[in-house]
């Protein structure tokens, strides 16, 4: 009895999952998926791992940078939102609700032209938080964060300032400050 | 250069003994294909059909067939198992898509309890582990991974909203998933 060593990686396993093949090449996957173990037992993992990064998203433990169109999609979903929209050294009175799933933040800001941008989180209690190189589209003109939820829920009252900082090699540059007065729900 | 390397000679071996066995069921041979093809017809219709009950149905459909198939000596090459489960799926998924209701008739004729009741589940991951790990993942990669996973989005349009190319994405995404599994292992060797 022979068997040959699959070399197959995961991201071409990966790639055919999410349909990125050109369709003779995922034939050939598929033929392969269909005879090769090892193959489906790798994918099956990766797609738990992917499961619980959607779980893990969908109950607000860890916070992320995404484009609005992103946020979109949430909504469509049925997720409750409750967004704030700032302009650069622009204010606000926030919270999140018992039935909210997540807060949105939309830092307006001239993002034209920034080759990297970070974001500076200061928290009167918790200290400085910094962001390194977050994703954005400069054509965009705003940053939307989504913050951790069960962060927020476990908040007092408290003030918290956010910076957008656009980074080149030889200097850093503030592109707008906000400022969030948050309380926790009644 | 991809080496489709493959791994019939188990269920061709298997297969062949139930061909052997002609109309007789040798169930528990029978019930060893099963569990070997049926994770592979699973995420083959999961890819597919994007629905885990859809998914199951068709890997029911082609056990069921492949069974009747070996059983009658239809299938006249054994070693060939892979392929016609595969090609059994093709024309399902196709069958299902059309409306057509192929498996309420092809079921009445097999026994239910003959087909794996589960797959095997991977191990259950540490999701305290796997929180701090994502909270670790640099900006980019997290990003990139959320819309990815959310609803499982090609490079293509995550590189759109994102303002990226597919491939920088494609990039940005295994590093995240390498680092994240890293961060997920180190774990369990400490543990």
């Known amino acids: 009895m022979t068997r040959t060593e699959c070399t197959m990686n995961r991201d071409e396993l990966f790639a055919w999952w999410l349909g990125e093949l050109d369709s003779a090449t995922e034939e050939r996957l598929d033929a392969h998926v269909f005879a090769c173990a090892d193959c489906a037992v790798r994918l099956t993992a990766l797609l738990a791992l992917g499961d619980a990064i959607r779980r893990e998203t969908l109950s607000g433990s860890f916070g992320f940078v995404v484009p609005a169109a992103f946020v979109g999609r949430l909504h469509a979903a049925g997720l409750r939102l409750r967004e704030y929209t700032l302009e650069p050294g622009g204010s606000v009175n926030c919270t999140i609700g018992p039935g909210d799933d997540f807060v949105v933040s939309h830092l307006h800001a001239p993002l034209a032209g920034v080759p990297r941008l970070d974001v500076i989180l200061d928290d009167p209690t918790l200290g400085r938080f910094r962001l390194d190189d977050v994703p954005f589209d400069p054509q965009a003109g705003a940053l939307t964060v989504v913050p951790s939820a069960q962060f927020l829920r476990s908040l007092g009252v408290t003030q918290q300032r956010m910076r957008l900082i656009a980074v080149t090699d030889a200097q850093e540059r503030v592109l707008g400050e906000y400022t969030f007065n948050h309380t926790p729900s009644s | ?191």
């Open chain 2, 1 to 191: 250069m991809v080496s489709f390397g493959v791994e019939t000679d188990d269920d061709a071996t298997l297969a062949r003994r139930i061909a052997a066995g002609g109309s007789t069921p040798d169930t528990a041979t029978e019930s060893e294909l099963c569990r070997r093809l049926a994770p592979r017809i699973r995420l083959y219709g999961l890819k597919h059909l994007r629905s885990e009950a859809a998914a199951r149905d068709l890997m029911q459909d082609v056990l069921v067939l492949l069974l009747e198939q070996l059983r009658s000596g239809a299938l006249r090459d054994p070693s060939q198992v892979a392929s016609f489960a595969l090609g059994s799926a093709r024309q399902l998924v196709l069958d299902r898509r059309r409306g057509e209701r192929r498996r309420a008739r092809i079921l009445e004729a097999f026994p239910i309890d003959l087909l794996p009741g589960a797959d095997p589940a991977p191990e259950p991951l540490d999701t305290t582990r796997l929180q701090y790990c994502l909270a670790a993942l640099p900006e980019r990669e997290r990003s990139v991974l959320v819309m990815t996973f959310y609803d499982d989005r090609p490079a293509d349009q995550v590189a759109v909203e994102l303002g990226l190319t597919a491939g920088n994405v494609r990039v940005i995404r295994h590093r995240g998933l390498e680092r994240l599994r890293t961060c997920m292992h180190s774990a369990e060797g400490t543990a």
